[in-house]
T-cell receptor, first 114, second 114 residues
């Protein structure tokens, strides 16, 4: 059974710091891995999608990496800002049919202090 | 481009009442799904559909019913509401369950059962 773990559960950093959020999964047979951002009382916004054949994806100050063999992904946030404060979720998508649904981690709650 | 639209945003039900959460997408996506999000449990899959007329159960289907009569709509029915169904519900869609495409989420529906 696929399990997704995110460490740490919560993180508080001062503004301007570079930081790394971690995601690990137990089954390497995945289609892709997706990082989401969730603001309080809001839905999920997709940040980055990494296909199983890719090693990393970048968008602005965000960089996500994927190491399928070790079952790990990291989300790197450069020069953090108070507006980055949110909960970050990673999710893996298994191969097709009934397996093609997302399995989520429980998230890392990030707080960036001014 | 509306994306994934959920209604209602907030609802309070009495135990035993029934109701339907509506979900519609305008992206011609084949795959649609319903998740619930609970503190400490993360997001869990309730039901999903890989196309009109095809639905299947997810991880936590008991007490819920779905149908998919059109590509655009995927309503979630609570048959006889229980306090354990107090949660935040998210509808999601993507082009195909077997592809590596991004999954898009609605804004969520906050349900309280008293």
């Amino acid at each position: 059974k696929q399990e997704v773990t995110q460490i740490p559960a919560a993180l508080s950093v001062p503004e301007g710091e570079n930081l790394v959020l971690n995601c690990s999964f137990t089954d390497s047979a995945i289609y892709n891995l997706q990082w989401f951002r969730q603001d309080p009382g809001k839905g999920l916004t997709s940040l980055l999608l990494i296909q199983s054949s890719q090693r990393e994806q970048t968008s602005g100050r965000l960089n996500a990496s994927l190491d399928k063999s070790s079952g790990r992904s990291t989300l790197y946030i450069a020069a953090s800002q108070p507006g980055d404060s949110a909960t970050y979720l990673c999710a893996v998508r298994r191969y097709g049919g009934s397996q093609g649904n997302l399995i989520f981690g429980k998230g890392t709650k990030l707080s960036v202090k001014p | 481009n509306a994306g994934v639209t959920q209604t209602p945003k907030f609802q309070v039900l009495k135990t035993g009442q029934s109701m339907t959460l509506q979900c519609a997408q305008d992206m011609n996506h084949e795959y649609m799904s319903w998740y619930r999000q609970d503190p400490g449990m993360g997001l869990r899959l309730i039901h999903y559909s890989v196309g009109a007329g095809i639905t299947d159960q997810g991880e936590v289907p008991n007490g819920y019913n779905v149908s998919r009569s059109t590509t655009e709509d995927f309503p979630l029915r609570l048959l006889s509401a229980a306090p354990s169904q107090t949660s935040v519900y998210f509808c999601a869609s993507s082009y195909s369950v077997t592809s590596g495409n991004t999954i898009y989420f609605g804004e969520g529906s906050w349900l309280t059962v008293v």
